[in-house]
Every structure is written in structure tokens, then in C-alpha cells.
Nanobody, 126 residues
């Protein structure tokens, strides 16, 4: 099992940037594919980005491609989401997620989300 704790959310103006972090507990962090999801008010939770154990495979939702970058530091058991050129429609609660899948490839697309963090709020003002 893995426990996930997000941080880094906040209020930012449109066009600005934020970096979210997700700290994971457990000794097998490298065997998990990590991802980010978000849920805007009144909407369903949607996939944002995923990254495999080595960082060599990443996958993004079309809505964030070219603006968001997912990365991970296995030595720190942490995954990041760098969000640039933020838009008001990026406002949501952002959740870190993990699947135990050491063989994930970006061709697989969105991850399932077997484990979840508690979420961190991101608000983008216009």
C-alpha cells in the first residue's frame, strides 16, 4: 500500500503558475505509476497526467498538454505537477493517485487510481 499527501495548491491569477507536490509513503514507490486527477465544482473527477516509475513515460489529458508537466523524484518518494499558463477552467481540487504497475507505458493512457490523496485546492482567478 501507499499513502499520498498533496501540497502546493492555492490562489493564482490566470496566466500564472503553481507546482503541486505529492509525497508518498512506503518502500516500493518506484513500482507505482503516479498520476494527477482533478475535480471542478459540479463536475466529475477527470484525469490530468500520469508518469511511469522511471519518468520515461508520461501521458497528459488534451486539456493540459503543453501547459502542465508531471515529474517524479524516486529518491524523495515525491511526484510533482508543474502547472503553467493557468486558466480559470483549471480551478479544481487536484488529487494525487497511484497504481501498482511497474510496467506502465504511456500508450496505456489514464491510470485507474487505486490509491488517492486527500486533494489540494487550486483556484485560478480571471
Amino acid at each position: 500500500q501507499v499513502q499520498l499527501v498533496e501540497s502546493g495548491g492555492g490562489l493564482v491569477q490566470a496566466g500564472g503558475s503553481l507546482r503541486l507536490s505529492c509525497a508518498a509513503s512506503g518502500r516500493t514507490f518506484g513500482s507505482y505509476v503516479m498520476g494527477w486527477f482533478r475535480q471542478a465544482p459540479g463536475k466529475e473527477r477527470e484525469f490530468v497526467a500520469a508518469i511511469n516509475w522511471s519518468g520515461g513515460h508520461t501521458y497528459y489529458a488534451d486539456s493540459v498538454k503543453g501547459r502542465f508537466t508531471i515529474s517524479r523524484d524516486n529518491a524523495k518518494n515525491t511526484v510533482y505537477l508543474q502547472m503553467n499558463s493557468l486558466k480559470p477552467e483549471d480551478t479544481a481540487v487536484y488529487y494525487c493517485a497511484a497504481d501498482h504497475d511497474p510496467y506502465y507505458r504511456h500508450s496505456e493512457g489514464p491510470i485507474r487510481g487505486d490509491y488517492w490523496g486527500q486533494g489540494t485546492h487550486v483556484t485560478v482567478s480571471s
